[in-house]
C-alpha cells in the first residue's frame, strides 16, 4: 500500500513539472538581461509604467531580487495564488515585489482586485507593448530577477509562497 502511494506520488510529481515545463517554454528565458530586452524594444519605457495610485514604477531590479508578477483582475488563479505573493512579500525585506496588471479595461478592475486581497506592493499597469515584450501567454505570470536584472526564475499558474520563495532563492 505504501509503496503504491509512493509510486503515485512520483507520477505526479513528474506529470506536474512536464507540465510546468511546458507551459514556461512560452516565457522568456533564465538568464535573460532585463536591460538587453528594453534596447531591442525601445518603444517600451519600463522605467516608468504608471501605477494604479497614478505614479510611476520601474520594472529593473533596484538592487534587490525582484518579483515582476502578471496578472489579470478577472482570472480566478491570480485571486487564489496573490495572497501567497503578499505574504512572502510581507516576510521577506530583501524582495521587491511589482505586480502588473493586464488585460482589464477600467482601472476600477484592478483597485477592485488590489483592495479585495489587500496588497501593499506597487501595482502597475501594464499594456499590450508591456505583454509583448514580457513574452506574456497566461496568467497569473512572473519573473524573479536578481540584483542584476537577470531572470532567475520563471512561472506561470499558481504559485504557494513556498514556491514563491524558493524560485527568488
Known sequence: MLRSFAIQAIIFLVAFQLISFLRE???????????????????????????????TVSLNAQGKTTILY????????????????????????????IAIAMDFTENKEVMAFTSQHQLTFPIALGNEAIKHIFEISGYPSYYVLNEENVIIGKSMGYSSELGLYLRSL
Open 25 to 55: 517554454t512560452s516565457m522568456l528565458s533564465t538568464d535573460t538581461v532585463l536591460t538587453d530586452l528594453v534596447t531591442t524594444n525601445l518603444h517600451v519605457d519600463i522605467d516608468k509604467v504608471p501605477t494604479l495610485m497614478g505614479e
Open 70 to 97: 502578471f496578472f489579470a483582475p478577472w482570472c480566478q488563479v491570480c485571486h487564489a495564488s496573490i495572497g501567497n505573493l503578499q505574504a512572502l512579500y510581507q516576510k521577506n525585506e530583501q524582495l521587491d515585489v
